[in-house]
C-alpha cells in the first residue's frame, strides 16, 4: 500500500514537473522575446516579478506552516512547489478562459493597464488559495488539491456571479476601466486571502474538510459589497460622463484588502464556530 | 530605407489619439526589403471632407485596405493600421499573404509623413479582410491567420465621449468577428453604414453574431489560431515526420 502511495505521488511530482515546465516556458518567452516597438515596459516588468513572488509566499508557507512531515523534506518541498506552479498554470488559464482576463492578450499585448491590475491580484489570490491549503497537517498531496480546489471553485464562482450583475470582465477588457480594474484586482486578493483561511487546517475527512470550509462565508459579504460598489459606478458613468474614479478605487482596494485581513484575523477557529457543531451532528447522525 | 521604428512611428505618432490601437505586430516583422510597391491610391468620391463625427473601418483585400487608408489620410483621417498577423519566411508558406500590406505600409510612409494630420482626427481603422481566409493549421505552412476581437477596438463608450457618432464599414460585408464589435457600438446608440463597391453610404442593422459577449468567445477563436511570442499570430505548422517504426511524429520546420 506504502509502495502505491509513494508511486502515485512520484507521478504527480512528474506530471507538475511537465505542467510547470510548460506554463514557465508560456510565462516567459513572450516576456523575454524581442519586441522592438512595444511601449509597454512596466507591464513586462510586473509580469516577470509575479511569479517568482508567488514562489516565495509558497516556499514561505511550505518552510513554516506545512505539515510537520514536509516542513523539513526537501524532496516534499519542491514537490509541492512544482505542485503549486502547475496550480498558478490552471488558474491563469481558468482566468483567460472563464473570466476572459488574458495576462498575455489584455495585459502584454494590448498594453490594457485595468487587466494588468486585475491579473496581478488574481494571480496572487490564486497564490493565497494554494498556500492555504497547504497550511495544517495531512495525510498527502490529495489533501492539498481537495481543499485548494474547493476555494478555487469558490472564487471562480463568485467572480463570474459579479461579472453576470455588473459585466466586470467587459468593463476591463473593453472599456479599459482602471478603476473597475483596481476595485476587482483587489477583489480577488482580498477574496484569495479569505478563501486562503478557509482552506487552512488540519486534514481529518472529506466531509469535515467541507464543513470547515464554510468558514470562509465572510467571502459573500465582500462579493456582495463589491457588487453594490459596482452598481454604483455603473450608475455613476451613465449619469456623469467623465469617470475618474481612480482615487476612489484605490481607496476600495485598501479597504478590501483590509478588510479581508482582519476577518482572518478576527475569525474564530472552525471548532468554536456553531456551524461546526451543527454540521458535525449531522455527520455523525449519518454515519450511525 | 527606412527603419521598422520610424516607420512604425509614421503610422502611429506618439502625439496622435488613438495611437494606442495600432498593432505593431506586422512592423516588429516586416523584412529588410520587401520588394517593390507601386502605390495606387484608388479615389474617395464617398468621402471628400473629413467627418468629425465619423470613425472608417477599412476591412479590404491586402494592399487596397492600406491604398484607401492613405486616400482617407489625405482627407484628414488619421489611418491606424490593426494587422495582427505576423510575416512568415517566404511569401510562398504564409497562409495570408501579407506581403502587399507589408509594402504598401513601408511605400506609404512616406506619403503619410508629408501629411499633416491632426493629433486628434477621427481614425480609420484598417484590417484585411482576408485575415481568416485559408485553411488553417496546414502541417508546413506559415499560419497567420487573425482575428479582431472587441479588446482590439476602442470601446462604445470610449468612442462617444471624443464625439463619434457613427461608424462607416469600407467593406463589401460585414465579416462575422468585426460584428461583435459594431453590435457593441449598435447597442449603444451608434450608427452603423456600410460602404461597399458601389460607394453609397447605407445604414444597416448589424445582426446578433454568434457567441456574443460570451466571455469564452476570445478563448474559443484563439484556440483554432496559432500564436507569436511576439505578439499577434503567426507560426509554423509542424510536419508530421514518418518514424523508423512507421509512425508520424510532428516535427517543426
Known amino acids: 500500500m506504502d509502495i502505491l502511495l509513494y508511486l502515485v505521488e512520484f507521478l504527480v511530482f512528474i506530471v507538475s514537473i511537465i505542467c510547470s515546465f510548460k506554463f514557465l516556458v508560456k510565462w516567459y518567452e513572450p516576456l523575454l522575446s524581442k519586441r522592438p516597438l512595444n511601449r509597454n515596459k512596466s507591464a513586462r516588468y510586473i509580469l516577470g516579478l509575479l511569479p517568482i513572488g508567488s514562489f516565495c509566499v509558497i516556499l514561505f508557507t511550505l518552510k513554516m506552516l506545512a505539515s510537520f512531515d514536509v516542513v523539513d523534506s526537501f524532496i516534499y518541498i519542491s514537490m509541492y512547489m512544482v505542485l503549486g506552479i502547475a496550480w498558478l498554470f490552471l488558474g491563469a488559464t481558468l482566468m483567460s478562459c472563464v473570466f476572459d482576463l488574458s495576462w498575455l492578450d489584455d495585459a502584454l499585448n494590448l498594453?490594457?493597464?485595468?487587466?494588468?491590475?486585475?491579473?496581478?491580484?488574481?494571480?496572487?489570490?490564486?497564490?493565497?488559495?494554494?498556500?492555504?491549503?497547504?497550511?495544517?497537517?495531512?495525510?498527502?498531496?490529495?489533501?492539498?488539491?481537495?481543499?485548494?480546489?474547493?476555494?478555487?471553485?469558490?472564487?471562480?464562482?463568485?467572480?463570474?456571479?459579479?461579472?453576470?450583475?455588473?459585466?466586470?470582465?467587459?468593463?476591463?477588457?473593453?472599456?479599459?476601466?482602471?478603476?473597475?480594474?483596481?476595485?476587482?484586482?483587489?477583489?480577488?486578493?482580498?477574496?484569495?486571502?479569505?478563501?486562503?483561511?478557509?482552506?487552512?487546517?488540519?486534514?481529518?475527512?472529506?466531509?469535515?474538510?467541507?464543513?470547515?470550509?464554510?468558514?470562509?462565508?465572510?467571502?459573500?459579504?465582500?462579493?456582495?459589497?463589491?457588487?453594490?460598489?459596482?452598481?454604483?459606478?455603473?450608475?455613476?458613468?451613465?449619469?456623469?460622463?467623465?469617470?475618474?474614479?481612480?482615487?476612489?478605487?484605490?481607496?476600495?482596494a485598501v479597504v478590501f484588502i483590509a478588510m479581508a485581513i482582519t476577518i482572518v484575523y478576527l475569525l474564530p477557529p472552525t471548532s468554536g464556530n456553531p456551524i461546526y457543531r451543527v454540521a458535525l451532528e449531522v455527520f455523525w447522525s449519518l454515519h450511525i | 530605407m527606412k527603419d521598422k521604428m520610424s516607420l512604425y512611428k509614421i503610422w502611429a505618432p506618439d502625439n496622435a489619439l488613438w495611437t494606442q490601437w495600432t498593432k505593431p505586430v506586422l512592423f516588429a516583422s516586416l523584412p529588410c526589403n520587401t520588394g517593390d510597391c507601386e502605390l495606387k491610391p484608388p479615389s474617395a468620391d464617398h468621402m471628400q471632407m473629413v467627418d468629425y463625427n465619423a470613425v472608417i473601418i477599412v476591412d479590404l483585400p491586402g494592399k487596397e485596405s492600406v491604398d484607401e487608408g492613405l486616400v482617407l489620410a489625405q482627407c484628414g483621417y488619421r489611418p491606424v493600421p490593426l494587422y495582427n498577423g505576423v510575416y512568415g519566411n517566404s511569401k510562398f508558406s504564409m497562409i495570408v499573404d501579407v506581403q502587399g500590406i507589408a509594402e504598401a505600409l513601408q511605400e506609404g510612409a512616406d506619403m503619410l509623413s508629408s501629411l499633416n494630420i491632426r493629433a486628434d482626427a477621427p481614425p480609420v481603422f484598417l484590417l484585411d479582410s482576408n485575415r481568416m481566409t485559408g485553411q488553417g493549421?496546414?502541417?508546413?505552412?506559415?499560419?497567420?491567420?487573425?482575428?479582431?476581437?472587441?479588446?482590439?477596438?476602442?470601446?462604445?463608450?470610449?468612442?462617444?465621449?471624443?464625439?463619434?457618432?457613427?461608424?462607416?464599414?469600407?467593406s463589401t460585408r460585414i465579416q462575422e468577428d468585426l460584428a461583435h464589435i459594431l453590435l457593441r457600438y449598435q447597442n449603444q446608440g451608434i450608427n452603423i453604414f456600410l460602404c461597399s463597391n458601389d460607394e453609397i453610404l447605407k445604414e444597416i442593422k448589424v445582426s446578433k453574431p454568434s457567441l456574443f459577449m460570451s466571455f469564452f468567445y476570445r478563448f474559443k477563436v484563439t484556440l483554432g489560431l496559432s500564436r507569436n511570442a511576439t505578439g499577434g499570430f503567426g507560426a509554423v505548422i509542424p510536419e508530421p515526420q514518418i518514424g523508423w517504426s512507421n509512425r508520424s511524429y510532428y516535427w517543426y520546420g
Open chain 1, 111 to 252: 498594453n490594457n493597464k485595468a487587466a494588468l491590475i486585475a491579473v496581478v491580484g488574481g494571480f496572487l489570490g490564486l497564490t493565497l488559495i494554494y498556500s492555504g491549503a497547504n497550511i495544517g497537517n495531512g495525510p498527502g498531496w490529495w489533501c492539498v488539491v481537495f481543499t485548494g480546489g474547493l476555494g478555487l471553485v469558490a472564487w471562480i464562482v463568485l467572480g463570474l456571479v459579479i461579472n453576470s450583475c455588473t459585466k466586470t470582465f467587459e468593463r476591463i477588457t473593453v472599456e479599459r476601466d482602471i478603476g473597475c480594474g483596481i476595485r476587482f484586482g483587489s477583489y480577488l486578493l482580498a477574496s484569495g486571502i479569505i478563501l486562503a483561511r478557509a482552506c487552512a487546517g488540519d486534514w481529518t475527512s472529506f466531509y469535515i474538510t467541507l464543513v470547515e470550509f464554510i468558514d470562509g462565508w465572510s467571502v459573500l459579504v465582500l462579493a456582495g459589497i463589491l457588487i453594490l460598489v459596482e452598481l454604483y459606478y455603473i450608475h455613476k458613468a451613465k449619469s456623469n460622463k467623465t469617470n475618474n474614479a481612480i482615487f476612489g478605487s484605490i481607496f476600495l
Open chain 2, 137 to 170: 493549421k496546414q502541417p508546413g505552412k506559415y499560419d497567420n491567420r487573425w482575428c479582431v476581437f472587441p479588446q482590439d477596438m476602442p470601446s462604445a463608450s470610449f468612442l462617444l465621449k471624443n464625439g463619434i457618432q457613427k461608424i462607416i464599414v469600407r
